[in-house]
T-cell receptor, first 111, second 113 residues
Framework: SQQGEEDPQALSIQEGENATMNCSYKTSINNLQWYRQNSGRGLVHLILIRSNEREKHSGRLRVTLDTSKKSSSLLITASRAADTASYFCATDVAAGNKLTFGGGTRVLVKP | DAGVIQSPRHEVTEMGQEVTLRCKPISGHDYLFWYRQTMMRGLELLIYFNNNVPIDDSGMPEDRFSAKMPNASFSTLKIQPSEPRDSAVYFC???????????FGPGTRLTVL
């Protein structure tokens, strides 16, 4: 089974609203990463949070990590139509080599 | 830099045929990864290389799949013989030693009829 599981599987919001998605994982990690995939394209790295960090920001993105609950959340504030994509969390268990991806959250931002 | 380059972008073949997917990683990157993405199984790591050496191929589905990296700027993933269940999008990704970010190519959409 997958290391990371995203919730919800799909999300539909209006432009300007915030979008929140969650990722749960099973084993201890070195870091957790979030990627975006636009339809028909490759994945693009968004943000990385290390196991000793609790929160990280990058522009309109905010990521939290709770290692005690083995969960992470990605918040996109003031969403735009261009944020429409699938978002994946990926866990790095052993310092940098293998990433295990979750099933993704499909986000639709309606103009 | 042009990013990770994959070819072909689309491949349609018949069951039993040999399929070769190609990848050119970002110059200077030490690691190269091959992934497969399907609706049913999501994104799976097939194999990865470090400095052209295969490190972990535990994700390769079966002996029909093989991957090579003859030099730092080129890798191939071969399926022989191909089967309809191999239909998927295959991604190549690369990264430098140290930073953990992986850079993905645009993918090859493989359809096996």
């Amino acid at each position: 089974s997958q290391q990371g599981e995203e919730d919800p599987q799909a999300l539909s919001i209006q432009e300007g609203e915030n979008a929140t998605m969650n990722c749960s994982y099973k084993t201890s990690i070195n870091n957790l990463q979030w990627y975006r995939q636009n339809s028909g394209r490759g994945l693009v790295h968004l943000i990385l949070i290390r196991s000793n960090e609790r929160e990280k920001h990058s522009g309109r993105l905010r990521v939290t990590l709770d290692t005690s609950k083995k969960s992470s959340s990605l918040l996109i504030t003031a969403s735009r139509a261009a944020d429409t994509a699938s978002y994946f969390c990926a866990t790095d268990v052993a310092a940098g080599n293998k990433l295990t991806f979750g099933g993704g959250t499909r986000v639709l931002v309606k103009p | 830099d042009a990013g990770v380059i994959q070819s072909p972008r689309h491949e349609v073949t018949e069951m039993g045929q040999e399929v070769t997917l190609r990848c050119k990683p970002i110059s200077g990157h030490d690691y190269l990864f091959w992934y497969r993405q399907t609706m049913m199984r999501g994104l799976e790591l097939l194999i990865y290389f470090n400095n052209n050496v295969p490190i972990d191929d535990s994700g390769m589905p079966e002996d029909r799949f093989s991957a090579k990296m003859p030099n730092a700027s080129f890798s191939t993933l071969k399926i022989q013989p191909s089967e309809p269940r191999d239909s998927a999008v295959y991604f190549c990704a690369s990264r430098q030693y140290g930073p953990d970010t992986q850079y993905f190519g645009p993918g090859t959409r493989l359809t096996v009829l």
